[in-house]
């Protein structure tokens, strides 16, 4: 009997491993390392070898018929009876990194309900939800549309309370953002005592702020909505379309006396630590919100151009646009480039350049300090 050998383990891995498939029946089963049988021939396919580079531990998806299961070290932690187990929450396969704070996995049943495992085997939640999601620490399950109650990471019930809306706002940087997956490690983590959850009690109620420590509710006026960015929280009166803006930060204290008809990010990615585009009556001006100034609101349009918040203010500007003309302004407002050009592009900060178009012509621009 010829057998195919897929090895799943890398020289880290606690349990050494390998995935054999059986050439007569063509089913699959895993055996250790010195040979025996961990999961006898009974799969009709295995996907996706994953090892965790902290712990060591080898995931792999295994296939029984149409059901999928999961494979942690060679043995069968979760059964092969879902249409679906593990997430993709960046670019690729992952398995437990669904809960950032304490590892799980997420399974979907063949009626397309969800729940959770450990990455043990042991049931948090049943896959009777709707959807099941991160929120910070906490798990937001889905009963039925505009019904979410909120878990622990084990499963057990952060409140009895239910919502129609959770969502959560990192005062740092979250462990599950981008950055806090890939961008900024050391920085990544909650803070409790400062992080809110973001909840509406009904559809179309207003939005309560809740902090994360507890679940004990902050104290700010009536929000229609927020916006939460790291660092401040932007609470809308009204709509994002039409309604009015005005900065928070995150003990829900006012930090910006005045209100704003429409607010834009000037980083990219969407963290401003300083600097902000607001705007009224269809007009646009830089605000500093540490110390609640404003350049006069006068221009067409503002946009982020280097690709990060710089920490030296005479490092930093922005494209601005006035009377149809671009230039790049610095955030007092005074003009750094002039707005005489069609449009700026291709900023490289190697060379503090930017290139300028005018009609058929363009030419590269020297920034400057």
């Not at 398995?95 to 399974?107: E, G, K, T």
């Amino acid at each position: 009997m010829r057998l195919l050998v897929f090895t799943l383990a890398l020289a880290l891995a606690p349990v050494a491993q390998e995935a054999v498939q059986d050439e007569a029946t063509g089913l699959w089963g895993t055996r250790g390392p010195d040979g025996s049988w961990l999961v006898e021939p009974r799969f009709t396919d295995v996907r996706e070898s994953w090892t965790d580079p902290v712990t060591g531990d080898v995931f792999v998806r295994a296939v029984d018929g149409d059901g999928v299961g999961l494979l942690k070290n060679g043995r069968l932690v979760i059964p092969t009876e879902f249409a679906e187990v593990g997430n993709r929450p960046n670019w690729r396969w992952e398995p437990h990194r669904f809960h950032m704070r304490d590892p799980a996995v997420l399974v979907e049943g063949h009626d397309g309900r969800e729940g959770l495992y450990s990455v043990d085997g042991d049931v948090l939640l049943e896959p009777v939800y709707r959807a099941v999601l991160g929120v910070g620490p906490y798990v937001a399950a889905q009963i039925r549309p505009g019904t979410i109650a909120l878990y622990q990471s084990d499963g057990t019930p952060a409140t009895p309370a239910t919502f129609a809306h959770v969502s959560y706002a990192c005062e740092g940087v979250c462990p599950g953002s981008p950055r806090g997956l890939s961008g900024d490690p050391e920085r990544a983590g909650y803070d409790l005592d400062r992080d809110l959850v973001v909840v509406r009690d009904r559809v179309g109620g207003p939005i309560r702020l809740l902090r994360a420590r507890d679940l004990s509710p902050v104290d700010v006026p009536r929000l229609d909505g927020v916006l939460t960015w790291e660092r401040w929280i932007v609470g809308i009166e009204g709509t994002l379309v039409d309604g009015r803006f005005t900065f928070l930060d995150y003990d829900g204290r006012a930090v910006v006396e005045g209100s704003y008809d429409n607010v834009s990010s000037l980083s990219q990615p969407m963290r401003p630590y300083r600097y902000v585009a607001v705007a009224r009556e269809g007009r646009w001006a830089v605000l500093d919100i540490l110390d609640g100034t404003e350049t006069p609101f006068v221009f067409d349009a503002l946009q982020g151009v280097m690709p990060d918040p710089h920490p030296d203010p005479a490092r930093l500007f922005f494209k601005a646009q006035r009377d149809g003309r671009w230039g790049l302004v610095r955030p007092d407002g005074e003009w750094l480039v002039a707005p005489e050009y069609d449009n700026l592009h291709s900023y490289r900060s190697s060379t503090d350049t930017i290139t300028g178009v005018q009609g058929e012509e363009s030419r590269v621009l020297v920034v400057g300090s």
